[in-house]
């Protein structure tokens, strides 16, 4: 028998053949690949295809230490968010060492810590309460074993921001209660904000074992770049996680980071003006389906929560739904993906242009009236 280090979880399913009206992604349209390539030629022309750096190439970790306000030796460049998450786990926790994770959450940062043998403490964040966290609940799972505490602002599945006195809060009580914790925020969402809106200061800031972690998949729409980040203001973790990322994939494709290099120095004003679009048609969809369904607003990216209205959908009624929203060509993010009731699930505003987010809607709107008939 092999064993199983990573749980299986359905979320998989949003690598395969997208359908019609998919609603289940997490991030804004795709980049296409030719704009960024002729962009890029003159910086391709000469590139040579060897090994890259194991910290990651040096202009790229000084545009990403732009974007934070930090120095650009304190960056790391990695596979991807999911490989920065992955060697953090790696590096921080052994077998049986506890990991508090805020949940609902996106389950492969969960996994990643399921797969070292960590220990998960969850800390259960409510829809009823906006997905905003009871730190007595935390202070609660909290001990002197607690090696991770891990979190994302903005949330996925959610969006929900949390404030800068609220992180700071957390990471007052880790000192506290866990002194030998590290404080990890996910901000893959961070300057995915609405418009002209202001873009929350990064989270590393906080506090010296703070780790922040984020990619250019959501915000700038390059998923397929592979390109993240970690970001410590502590030598030996960003020391040891250098280590461990050449002993596990040596380094990152330079033709991957010099297009990331590219990508970083255009501005994100007309995807920010696109997501504040769709988010206004979501929102006008979700007060006219207000009767059926609730929704918490998200403070950035383009994905949120809804949850089928108890009163009108019960549990059969719900799968009813579930099982309808293949009739009509759309997907969702089911909320057991995260750690949710079925009743919740995940919506990505994001990948379609305005007129096709309408047309998606109104299809998500026959699967609610097949499952209330």
Known sequence: ????????????????????????????????????????????????????????????????????????????VTVGGMHALFLLAFTLCTPGDEAVVAQPVFPLARHALLGVGAALQPLPLRFD???????????????????????????????????????????????????????????TYREASYGEAAINRSAVHLGPRVVSVASLSKCHGAPGLRIGWAISRDAALREALVTAKFNTVISCSPLDEALALQLLRQPLAERRAALSANLAVTADWASREAGRIEWIRPDAG???????????????????????????????????WFGESDRVFRLGFGLQTAPGLREALQALSSALDDAAA
């Open 1 to 76: 028998m092999i064993p199983t280090r990573f749980p299986a979880n359905d979320i998989v399913s949003l690598v395969g053949a997208p359908p019609r009206h998919d609603l289940a992604e997490s991030f804004g349209p795709h980049l296409p690949a030719g704009a960024l390539l002729r962009q890029a030629a003159d910086a391709l022309d000469e590139l040579p295809l060897g090994y890259g750096s194991a910290a990651g190439d040096a202009a790229l970790r000084q545009a990403i230490a732009a974007t934070h306000d930090v120095d650009p030796e304190q960056v790391v």
């Open 129 to 187: 309460e906006g997905y905003q966290p009871d730190l007595d609940a935390l202070r609660a799972l909290l001990t002197p074993r607690t090696r991770l505490v891990s979190l994302a602002s903005p949330q996925n599945p959610s969006g929900v921001a949390w404030s800068a006195d609220t992180l700071a809060a957390v990471v007052a009580l880790v000192r506290e209660r866990a002194p030998d914790a590290w404080l990890l925020v996910d901000e």
């Open 302 to 336: 383009a994905l949120c929560c809804l949850r089928l209205r108890a009163g009108v959908f019960g549990d059969a009624a719900v799968e009813r739904f579930h099982a309808a929203l293949p009739r009509h060509g759309v997907r969702v993010g089911r909320g057991p």
